[in-house]
Protein backbone atom coordinates (compact mmCIF):
# COMPACT_ATOMS: atom_id res chain seq x y z
CA UNK A 1 0.00 0.00 0.00
CA UNK A 2 1.50 3.60 -0.52
CA UNK A 3 2.01 5.95 1.97
CA UNK A 4 -0.06 8.38 0.41
CA UNK A 5 -2.91 7.92 -1.96
CA UNK A 6 -4.84 9.96 -4.20
CA UNK A 7 -7.04 9.88 -6.63
CA UNK A 8 -5.29 10.88 -10.15
CA UNK A 9 -8.23 11.74 -11.83
CA UNK A 10 -8.07 13.92 -14.16
CA UNK A 11 -10.94 16.55 -12.56
CA UNK A 12 -12.50 17.93 -15.77
CA UNK A 13 -15.05 21.05 -14.36
CA UNK A 14 -16.15 24.29 -15.49
CA UNK A 15 -15.07 27.58 -14.54
CA UNK A 16 -16.54 28.97 -11.53
CA UNK A 17 -17.25 24.94 -9.93
CA UNK A 18 -16.19 23.76 -6.88
CA UNK A 19 -14.29 20.47 -6.92
CA UNK A 20 -12.88 18.67 -4.01
CA UNK A 21 -9.52 16.42 -3.72
CA UNK A 22 -8.99 13.71 -0.99
CA UNK A 23 -5.86 11.92 0.04
CA UNK A 24 -5.30 9.04 2.66
CA UNK A 25 -2.20 8.69 4.69
CA UNK A 26 -0.85 5.27 5.94
CA UNK A 27 1.27 6.38 8.49
CA UNK A 28 -0.96 7.26 11.89
CA UNK A 29 1.90 8.84 13.64
CA UNK A 30 2.01 11.21 10.54
CA UNK A 31 2.85 15.00 12.42
CA UNK A 32 2.28 17.23 9.18
CA UNK A 33 0.47 17.67 6.09
CA UNK A 34 0.69 20.04 3.05
CA UNK A 35 -1.16 20.18 -0.30
CA UNK A 36 1.31 21.39 -3.09
CA UNK A 37 0.60 22.38 -6.56
CA UNK A 38 2.52 21.40 -9.54
CA UNK A 39 2.66 22.89 -12.96
CA UNK A 40 3.76 21.17 -16.55
CA UNK A 41 7.25 20.52 -15.55
CA UNK A 42 7.99 22.52 -13.04
CA UNK A 43 8.81 22.18 -9.25
CA UNK A 44 5.97 21.92 -6.99
CA UNK A 45 5.18 25.10 -4.99
CA UNK A 46 3.66 24.77 -1.66
CA UNK A 47 -0.03 25.98 -1.69
CA UNK A 48 -1.37 25.17 2.14
CA UNK A 49 -0.50 23.47 5.21
CA UNK A 50 -2.92 21.49 6.83
CA UNK A 51 -3.72 22.03 10.18
CA UNK A 52 -5.90 20.05 12.86
CA UNK A 53 -8.61 22.53 12.80
CA UNK A 54 -8.94 23.10 9.52
CA UNK A 55 -7.49 26.20 7.22
CA UNK A 56 -8.86 28.34 4.31
CA UNK A 57 -7.05 30.78 2.45
CA UNK A 58 -9.20 32.64 -0.10
CA UNK A 59 -10.55 30.02 -2.42
CA UNK A 60 -9.02 27.08 -1.14
CA UNK A 61 -10.05 25.12 1.55
CA UNK A 62 -8.05 21.90 3.95
CA UNK A 63 -9.18 19.67 6.18
CA UNK A 64 -7.76 16.77 8.35
CA UNK A 65 -9.26 14.17 9.31
CA UNK A 66 -6.75 12.15 11.89
CA UNK A 67 -8.92 9.53 13.03
CA UNK A 68 -9.74 8.58 9.21
CA UNK A 69 -5.97 9.38 8.16
CA UNK A 70 -7.86 11.26 5.51
CA UNK A 71 -6.73 14.95 3.97
CA UNK A 72 -8.91 17.16 1.69
CA UNK A 73 -8.49 19.89 -0.54
CA UNK A 74 -11.54 22.15 -1.62
CA UNK A 75 -11.55 24.89 -4.37
CA UNK A 76 -14.65 27.00 -4.78
CA UNK A 77 -14.93 29.16 -7.87
CA UNK A 78 -12.59 27.08 -9.93
CA UNK A 79 -10.79 29.81 -12.25
CA UNK A 80 -9.02 28.43 -15.13
CA UNK A 81 -5.53 29.30 -14.01
CA UNK A 82 -6.23 26.66 -11.27
CA UNK A 83 -5.78 23.65 -13.81
CA UNK A 84 -2.60 22.12 -12.23
CA UNK A 85 -1.70 18.87 -10.68
CA UNK A 86 -2.11 19.01 -6.96
CA UNK A 87 -0.06 17.26 -4.73
CA UNK A 88 -0.53 15.37 -1.30
CA UNK A 89 1.99 15.73 0.75
CA UNK A 90 2.81 13.98 4.26
CA UNK A 91 6.26 14.37 6.72
CA UNK A 92 5.44 11.14 8.09
CA UNK A 93 8.29 11.35 10.29
CA UNK A 94 8.38 14.81 11.28
CA UNK A 95 12.44 14.98 9.80
CA UNK A 96 11.42 16.77 6.56
CA UNK A 97 11.31 13.63 4.77
CA UNK A 98 8.13 14.51 2.92
CA UNK A 99 6.11 12.16 1.19
CA UNK A 100 4.48 12.94 -1.83
CA UNK A 101 0.94 11.56 -3.32
CA UNK A 102 0.95 10.72 -7.13
CA UNK A 103 -0.89 13.55 -7.50
CA UNK A 104 -4.76 14.79 -8.45
CA UNK A 105 -5.00 16.39 -12.01
CA UNK A 106 -7.25 19.45 -12.52
CA UNK A 107 -8.69 20.94 -15.62
CA UNK A 108 -10.55 23.72 -15.48
CA UNK A 109 -12.55 24.79 -19.03
CA UNK A 110 -13.90 27.78 -19.85
CA UNK B 1 13.87 35.53 -7.36
CA UNK B 2 14.65 31.78 -6.72
CA UNK B 3 16.23 30.87 -3.22
CA UNK B 4 17.58 27.61 -4.64
CA UNK B 5 19.07 26.87 -7.74
CA UNK B 6 19.84 23.91 -9.95
CA UNK B 7 21.19 23.85 -12.86
CA UNK B 8 21.22 22.27 -15.78
CA UNK B 9 17.37 22.79 -15.96
CA UNK B 10 17.61 20.31 -19.07
CA UNK B 11 19.64 17.97 -20.41
CA UNK B 12 20.16 15.21 -23.50
CA UNK B 13 23.30 12.85 -23.03
CA UNK B 14 24.14 9.60 -24.42
CA UNK B 15 23.50 6.21 -22.68
CA UNK B 16 27.05 5.45 -21.24
CA UNK B 17 28.00 8.77 -20.18
CA UNK B 18 27.76 10.85 -16.44
CA UNK B 19 25.59 13.34 -16.04
CA UNK B 20 25.68 15.97 -12.88
CA UNK B 21 22.86 18.07 -11.37
CA UNK B 22 24.05 21.17 -9.05
CA UNK B 23 21.57 22.23 -6.30
CA UNK B 24 22.42 25.65 -4.63
CA UNK B 25 21.12 27.45 -1.78
CA UNK B 26 21.20 30.74 -2.41
CA UNK B 27 20.21 32.88 0.36
CA UNK B 28 20.67 30.56 3.61
CA UNK B 29 22.53 27.53 4.77
CA UNK B 30 21.15 24.41 3.60
CA UNK B 31 21.65 21.57 5.82
CA UNK B 32 20.26 19.18 4.91
CA UNK B 33 18.84 18.10 0.93
CA UNK B 34 16.62 16.10 0.05
CA UNK B 35 16.73 14.38 -4.23
CA UNK B 36 13.55 13.43 -5.54
CA UNK B 37 12.86 11.65 -9.25
CA UNK B 38 9.27 12.38 -10.88
CA UNK B 39 8.82 9.77 -14.07
CA UNK B 40 5.93 11.02 -15.89
CA UNK B 41 2.62 11.03 -14.85
CA UNK B 42 3.87 9.94 -11.28
CA UNK B 43 4.46 10.91 -7.95
CA UNK B 44 7.87 12.40 -6.43
CA UNK B 45 9.67 9.52 -5.17
CA UNK B 46 12.21 10.14 -2.52
CA UNK B 47 15.62 9.02 -3.91
CA UNK B 48 18.40 10.07 -1.08
CA UNK B 49 18.89 12.41 1.54
CA UNK B 50 21.81 14.40 2.26
CA UNK B 51 23.57 15.94 5.03
CA UNK B 52 26.22 18.57 4.74
CA UNK B 53 29.65 17.02 5.70
CA UNK B 54 28.31 13.31 5.77
CA UNK B 55 27.26 10.56 3.41
CA UNK B 56 23.60 10.62 1.61
CA UNK B 57 21.07 8.04 2.99
CA UNK B 58 19.35 6.12 0.06
CA UNK B 59 16.11 5.18 0.03
CA UNK B 60 15.53 1.56 -0.56
CA UNK B 61 15.77 0.43 -3.93
CA UNK B 62 18.12 3.18 -5.19
CA UNK B 63 21.13 2.05 -6.39
CA UNK B 64 23.86 4.38 -4.33
CA UNK B 65 26.58 3.81 -6.58
CA UNK B 66 24.98 4.71 -9.59
CA UNK B 67 23.35 8.08 -8.40
CA UNK B 68 26.64 9.84 -6.25
CA UNK B 69 25.51 12.52 -4.05
CA UNK B 70 27.56 14.71 -2.96
CA UNK B 71 27.00 18.05 -0.07
CA UNK B 72 30.54 19.14 0.75
CA UNK B 73 29.45 22.68 1.18
CA UNK B 74 26.03 24.34 3.01
CA UNK B 75 25.28 25.40 -0.07
CA UNK B 76 25.94 23.14 -2.43
CA UNK B 77 24.93 19.46 -3.32
CA UNK B 78 25.50 17.43 -6.58
CA UNK B 79 23.71 14.53 -8.10
CA UNK B 80 25.71 11.98 -10.23
CA UNK B 81 23.91 10.14 -12.47
CA UNK B 82 26.39 7.34 -13.81
CA UNK B 83 26.46 5.26 -16.63
CA UNK B 84 23.15 6.58 -17.28
CA UNK B 85 20.79 4.50 -19.33
CA UNK B 86 17.60 5.70 -20.88
CA UNK B 87 15.15 4.15 -17.90
CA UNK B 88 16.94 7.01 -15.88
CA UNK B 89 15.30 9.84 -18.35
CA UNK B 90 13.19 11.62 -15.29
CA UNK B 91 12.80 14.74 -13.48
CA UNK B 92 15.17 14.81 -10.77
CA UNK B 93 14.74 18.10 -8.41
CA UNK B 94 16.17 18.94 -5.19
CA UNK B 95 14.83 20.12 -1.95
CA UNK B 96 16.62 21.93 0.60
CA UNK B 97 16.04 22.38 3.83
CA UNK B 98 17.89 25.26 6.09
CA UNK B 99 18.17 28.61 7.51
CA UNK B 100 18.48 29.88 11.29
CA UNK B 101 15.79 27.42 12.77
CA UNK B 102 16.02 24.94 10.41
CA UNK B 103 13.02 24.88 9.10
CA UNK B 104 13.18 26.90 5.64
CA UNK B 105 12.30 25.04 2.84
CA UNK B 106 12.65 25.64 -0.67
CA UNK B 107 12.64 23.29 -4.31
CA UNK B 108 14.86 23.47 -6.79
CA UNK B 109 13.67 24.32 -10.22
CA UNK B 110 14.27 20.89 -11.29
CA UNK B 111 16.27 18.99 -14.10
CA UNK B 112 14.64 17.46 -16.48
CA UNK B 113 17.51 14.28 -18.13
CA UNK B 114 16.96 12.56 -21.47
CA UNK B 115 19.12 9.98 -22.27
CA UNK B 116 19.37 8.63 -25.89
Known amino acids: RKEVEQDPGPFNVPEGATVAFNCTYSNSASQSFFWYRQDCRKEPKLLMSVYSSGNEDGRFTAQLNRASQYISLLIRDSKLSDSATYLC???????????FGQGTTLQVKP | GAVVSQHPSWVICKSGTSVKIECRSL??????MFWYRQFPKQSLMLMAT?????????EQGVEKDKFLINHASLTLSTLTVTSAHPEDSSFYIC????????????FGEGSWLTVV
Open chain 2, 50 to 58: SNEGSKATY
Open chain 2, 27 to 32: DFQATT
Open chain 2, 95 to 106: RVRGGARGNTIY
Open chain 1, 89 to 99: VVDSSNTGKLI
